[in-house]
């Protein structure tokens, strides 16, 4: 097993079926541009939490007519119009960008995630916008409703954390409660924490001592906590107001984990059968994998149904990736005798794996090591330890002679024919506030520039 501890997990995934169901509608695009994206020819393909697709998904994309496919996975997300805005603004420079023999086609991956209404996605929302003012740590209505959606079925406890994120009762009872809660909805009860040694220890540790952790987290980036710092406020009996910031992120690092599980789901069993199917029906077709976020999960967890010879994926381009930085390696620094998730994955792209990374992005630098860790860590909550970093965070790891340029030297001379290269995006990915920072910063030209160098696909 990889450092990475979210692996896929047997529970929960049917919650999301609600989501897909609930964006159906918008698969029949087909071959021309709707949905609000306005490039053509375009399609979409929506999975549910198993990896299930709708059922208008192949013939959506069987009337794509184009030499090139671009398949983008959006990452964190709460709604079909957020995902279709997101592909909408990231696809526009295409058309203008590629060479003269190449004809492009489009497709939006939809699955189920969630976004909290405090996590700004640059150009679509300025830095706390969507969240209603004066919320602090207590749910706003947006995110209470996303939440009910991500998690169908856990009406009651949603209700109860939602109260105490309002209340924030300076009781211990409290937080472990909170805590236990927290765990429910994540599905990591009592007997598969006891039992599982790779629960993340932010959920098994002391909740007093997590929501202190990440309190302090949220002060590193940079959000402001008006009830003072929490070591003021960390003294069992009182003053443990400030520490509700950290248990809403103990909550908001749930989401994650569920969303990090799933993500491996639908790109193993949803979206990689569809693609190996099309690859049978259509060997002639080149197709460019896209991720940002988990969706960069989403997208490489595919290369595993893509059966080994198969030539029809010629790049993997990952933004801002939310999965282990030593998933592609064959052998793990820390366990020699073990290898990454996708190991040896990368042979089954045509052309280069290029993973962006950048330092701006607080929720992969900050907060990624944080629900990575597994019980029993001794380095303790706090601190970068790079056994737990983010591919987006700091590019591949692990893997001898892949190389690591910057964006402009990339946009420049070019990328690797094949394997894994690292290209530091840090100087267009700085937008954005607390708690994420630059996470959602991907509309940008050379981004969409580089996804065409990687697929050979420029005038």
């Not at 959006?74 to 295409?94: E, I, M, V």
């Not at 190389?403 to 394997?419: H, V």
Request: hydrophobic share 45%.
């Amino acid at each position: 097993m990889e450092g990475d501890v979210m692996a896929d997990i047997g529970t929960g995934y049917g919650a999301g079926a609600g989501v897909a169901a609930g964006v159906a509608a918008g698969v029949g695009a087909g071959a021309k541009a709707g949905a609000g994206v306005g490039v053509a020819p375009y399609a979409e393909l929506v999975f549910d939490a198993d990896g299930d697709a709708d059922p208008g998904a192949q013939e959506a994309l069987s009337r794509v007519e184009a030499t090139d496919l671009l398949v983008f996975a959006h990452g964190w997300n709460s709604d079909r119009s957020t995902a279709t805005r997101l592909f909408d603004r990231f696809f526009a420079p295409f058309p203008g960008l590629v060479g003269s023999g190449v004809r492009l086609g489009y497709v939006g991956v939809i699955w189920p995630s969630i976004r909290f209404s405090d996590e700004p996605i640059p150009d679509f929302d300025s830095p706390g916008s969507l969240a209603e003012p004066g919320h602090g740590p207590a749910l706003d209505p947006r995110t209470r409703r996303a939440l009910a959606v991500f998690w169908p079925h856990r009406r009651a406890e949603l209700d109860r954390v939602a109260e105490l994120l309002e209340e924030r009762p300076e009781a211990v009872a409290a937080f472990i409660e909170f805590g236990a809660l927290v765990r429910e909805l994540a599905g990591l009860d009592a007997v598969a924490t006891a039992v599982a040694p790779t629960v993340p220890m932010i959920f098994t540790a002391d909740v007093l001592e997590v929501c202190r952790a990440l309190t302090d987290s949220l002060a590193e980036a940079g959000a402001a906590l008006p009830e003072g710092p929490a070591a003021a406020g960390f003294s069992v009996g009182g003053g443990l107001r400030t520490l509700w910031h950290g248990a809403k992120e103990l909550l908001r690092q749930a989401t994650y984990y569920e969303m990090k599980a799933r993500a491996g789901v639908v790109g193993e069993r949803g979206l990689g059968p569809v693609l190996a199917e099309l690859a049978g029906r259509r060997p002639a077709l080149r197709i460019h994998l896209i991720g940002h976020s988990f969706g960069a999960r989403v997208v490489s967890f595919s290369l595993r149904a893509v059966p080994d010879g198969t030539r029809n994926v010629k790049s993997l381009t990952l933004l801002q990736g939310a999965f282990s930085h030593y998933a592609f390696a064959d052998s793990l620094p820390h366990a020699r005798g073990s290898g990454g998730a996708l190991r040896g994955l990368a042979a089954r792209v045509d052309g280069p794996v290029a993973a962006c990374h950048s330092p701006y992005d607080s929720a992969l630098k900050v907060f990624y090591p944080l629900a990575s860790r597994m019980a029993g860590d001794s380095a303790g909550l706090l601190g970068f330890d790079e056994r737990w970093g983010a591919i987006g965070h700091d590019g591949v790891q692990a893997v001898p002679g892949a190389p690591r340029l910057t964006l402009d030297t990339a946009l420049r001379g070019g990328l690797p024919e094949a394997g894994c290269v690292s290209v530091d995006a840090g100087s267009v990915v700085r937008r954005g506030g607390a708690p994420s920072g630059a996470h959602s910063d991907i509309c940008h030209e050379e981004l969409a520039r580089l996804v065409v160098a990687a697929g050979r696909m420029g005038r």
